[in-house]
């Protein structure tokens, strides 16, 4: 029905006849003659009816906005003085020479000149799809999906699908039950991701497996969260974590080349450790050049219970950002920060401002409790400046990460330190546990391999083991994460015992896994990157409901299908559930 | 950890050192050496251990079968005496000089040598996948994936996701329901297809949409079906039915040529009414020669009943199939081909043998109430020679075609008929509406477009309606089907008072897509293939479980993970439903 797409339409389609289908994206009317912009999916092309040529300009004349229709013309170039640079296809016009109206439009539900809510964005989805911001998103994300498989195709690895309904998955997220009709009573759930289907394909001997794949859970949506996200799963056998890290890193890198013309260069790696102490943050932005400075040490002996208390507290932590020029702060701004940190438990967010290089020249609340060489010291640490403020966090060792690390990044945005850049980074050595209620609860999943120790050693010293564990961080968003799995029946036990799971749970919950470790389990290690984020951070978008095409609202809900509803009588009879609450149909 | 795969070792590779890591396939003690036949995806290659390397060999001597291990040896050429050819790396051996055992293995819980029930095939799945016959069909999976995508992306089409939580859709299966917990009392549903989203998509202008996407039927499982398939989804905007015919017969055409190197040539079309004609089914296997030849016209005034009842019913039907060379079928053999055709409601299977050329020597119980020139006629008709039978059947219309072309295909089977190679069709011209409850009920769905007919022509003879619909059928199997979809409000206003849906109905169920009609719809058109019996198809599994990872069994239930399974009571009640049965662990 067509020759060409309208934002293809060029100078080589001069005094060609072409066929265009499209919609009208705007009309003029203008010296006797209408002028309408026609827009597909490629873009936009300028055409033009003369009255001369009387029953396509009739035809034209009933034309409004987002009629659909198929038009033949013949292409001329623009005169100079009417090129317009803006658009790909400014050069050319088409004179139009037969006009077919597909399909009439009513006015827009969707106001294309003001924003929208997200309510009615989503409720007529199908409009605000045509946006080209909109368009532009989606077309991108499968640009690289395309790119993705292209790259893992290519690297030998094999896509194999593995079941949407099936059983609890490790990954401790609320799961999507989903009832059963032939053995009423009982559930499938939707998995929150393919993580044990994906390590038996790997004791099937399949040895690179992935897979781009919609994985389940059902949270609350506070953040930017949806109930059904995509994930690039990946898995392999006979490679060590430097070999999975080195060749999705070079996925990664091949993306950002061949979508975006970015070289994202070597990735450095940084342990755990180190993220929390210089960043407070598992997933560091890079960009921002501020840093935790620790200085518990220095303020062991002061008087100032807020300080010493967390300084001689094996579990606290005191920790100061240097603000370059943040001596400008006026009080209320200094409070406004207070406030943020208590958002992440603190307590209070003391401060000094350096008014000069010597220490008497500091102006802090705090300043009395200090002596002039712990002023110095501080100062010399922190190589604070003229002009500088310090502001101190002092809590215990969790607080103080996430309030600080949080108000680093609060701070590189307000002083507009952060750089317009790409800044990559893998951070690894994670602990292996973490304390939960009383007891310890693994930081990835049970499955994770420690590095370097036995099974002996693991249960003898579960605190200090770190696991082979490796998360892939682009300016402080985690794109994936992954490990070394447990692929030795001893260890595994060993890594349930420590996490009080008792043998029969084990059983209960995993048994298939652990009969699988029995048959000659190869050793494998995996990772999955979340396509969603993926795809926002490179397209710019600040949600990853922008980089989807029909995303749920933030009560997972569906305003364009009304999803979910009410279900018929029947259908719950032959599952064998009633509701407790009798749904109206209005309410969702 | 490697530095080649098993399979891959061959002469090129002689006299250097190669790393390789798999499993112990076999293993065999021959004169004071053992030899390990070593496997990994990529296939078998045979390792020589050398009691003079002691401790290497010592290892060596620990291994069983299945066991994992990391192997170095030096590859070097087979003695012509010993070159296996049946073997790809048959011209080679490898000297171990290094051995690690990565990870022991019990003996395995499916016995190789003999036929695993399919219930301990699925329980022990990822030793299942391990025989190179279903490893193999997995990775062909993988390479047909992402041949058809190569193939899609360089068309232009955009890989686009759709949700899996979601309404119910317009496929009139069973859906599978999903209690929604931030709106108690209602439920999604998982997709049937994504059949309503991908017209959206178009209506939004993504122009060439495709998505390989898994879709959800809770049906009985008698037939070869699963509660999850997948299927290679597709929709264009401003195509013709012959273009996207054109375009997806080109997409399977490469895909065969290149996976399989069959030439699948150009596909012939039939009309649906040809089809049913001449061989009782929407999709007839053309490599059987076999045909139901019409007969009630010469069988109108006949005194058998059985015969001018169909006849002379509007309604009914008389048809023959000549087998060549079936006048050697025994009575009994004939009785059993009736009791066939009685499964598909068939009351009984007349049968004439011809033992010769002329009209008095033929065999049949029903010769009696034939004239000699009707027998002559059925003869020359049905083009009948000595040593045939002729079977007829004498029904509605409906029987007719189920009984006989179910009996087409028995004989074409028992006759060894059925030629070994590949026979494509395209079946065309289906009737818009068939017969149900009284009513008229859409045969595709109810946004399938009807042929070349007005709103009005469409409600005044719905009955004599096409629609614009295509199935692509090969061997016998239907691949796939599509159609052109309405995108016209007054049609599908039209279309759905022909089907007796209300507008208030149609406005609760479909309201979303009739609101997306006002707004420019575009012409589009779209089609599905069910990429399991594709596969099926395409590596001679008999059994779409065989050629999917992970599947259900018949009572869709997964014995590996034991899904589905009894819910946490808390999970139930945060879900707001109740079970009327109380579920027992060991009942699934």
Redesign the interface.
Known sequence: ??TV?CGQVNLEHVEQSVTL????NKRRDLGGLIFVDL???EGIVQVVFDPDNKDVFEVANSLRN???V?LTGQVRARPESQINKQMATGEVELIATELTI?????P??LDSNQENSEEQRLK????D??RPVM?DR??F??KV??AV??FL?DNGF???????????TPEGA?????????????????PQSPQ??KQ??M?????RYYQIV?C?R?E?LRADRQ??F?QIDIET????SA?VMAKTEEMIRDLFKQLLDVDLGQFPSMPYSEAMRRFGSDKPDLRNPLELVDVADLLKEVEFKVFSGPANDPEGRVAVIRVPGGASLSRKQIDEYGKYVGIYGAKGLAWMKINGAAAGDVQSPIAKFLNEDIIAQLIARTEAADGDILLFGADNETVVAEAMGALRLKLGEDFELVEDCWKPLWVVDFPMFEKHDGGLAAIHHPFTAPVGVTPEQLEADPANALSDAYDMVLNGVELGGGSVRI??QAMQAAAFRVLGISDEEAREKFG?LL?????????HAGLAFGLDRLIMLMTGATSIRDV???P?TT????P????????NPA??A??????????KED??
């Open positions: 029905m067509r797409y289908c499209g919609w009208v827009r597909d999916r987002e009629y659909c198929q597909l399909n009439a439009s009513a827009l539900a007529y989805r199908y409009l799809l045509r368009s989606i077309k994300r499968s999906t395309s498989r292209r195709d094999l896509d194999i699908e593995t079941p949407i309904l099936t059983a609890a609320r799961d999507y039950l989903v009832p059963s009709r032939t053995h009423k009573g009982k559930f499938f759930a939707l044990l289907f038996l394909l004791m099937s001997g399949f040895d919609k389940f059902d609350d109930p059904e995509t056998s006979f490679m060590t070999e692929h030795d298939f009969d699988a470790l029995q048959f000659g389990a190869p050793p989807m095409a029909f749920k009560t997972a809900a569906c364009l299908t009304d999803a979910p509803s009410v279900a259908a719950l032959e599952l064998g559930i009633t509701t407790q609450v009798e749904a309410d969702a």
